[in-house]
């Protein structure tokens, strides 16, 4: 809960930063956002490692194959890149290339889930 | 988390706006303009390690 309640007051401390430098180059506004955004994701990211690794343990507890969960893991990932890259393109002003990388993302996670697909229709042609 | 680096980023910004109004206000618009662009370029060096180690993060998180 500490953890948060600091990343919070790093990130509304850093937009008033941000809205001053906007008023001089918004360039150096948008680049410095973008700084903020990659070092904040990346510790976000380093502390949701350790729940990758939980994910694995309770997997092999429970007897699932982990190929399945595999897909969506990759899923997970590629909502969160085009997520990320959205916003950074709206922030930017660019919301018809937001669109088209979350385009993009649909379709890469639809080609992730293919596999899935064949499993379940796998399964439903043995019963 | 690297927050030197944010506020080594935002001290360049601040540099670079305060730079950039008082170029714009003495009439030298393509001063602030390549002030503007050095800056950024100071700013995306310091920031392109980070983006590849964000990547590489995510690709390992989420099983590339």
Partial sequence: ?127 | MDVDLIFKVAAVGILVAVLNQLLVRSGREEQAMMTTLAGLIVVMMMIIQQISQMFSLIKSTFGF
């Fill in chain 1, 1 to 127: 809960m500490g953890e948060m309640v600091r990343f919070s007051v790093l990130c509304i401390t850093a937009c008033f930063a941000f809205t001053f430098i906007a008023q001089g180059s918004r360039v150096m506004a948008s680049a410095a956002a973008l700084v903020c955004m990659v070092v904040f994701l990346k510790y976000a990211l380093e502390q949701g490692a350790f729940l990758t690794e939980r994910i694995g343990v309770l997997l092999s507890a429970s007897g699932m194959d982990i190929e399945l969960i595999k897909p969506v893991l990759k899923v997970l990932g590629i909502s969160l890149c085009a997520k990320v890259t959205c916003e950074i393109c709206r922030d930017m002003g660019n919301g018809g290339l937001a669109g088209a990388v979350e385009v993009f993302a649909h379709i890469s996670s639809l080609i992730c889930m293919l596999p899935l697909l064949e499993e379940v229709l796998k399964l439903v042609g043995s019963i």
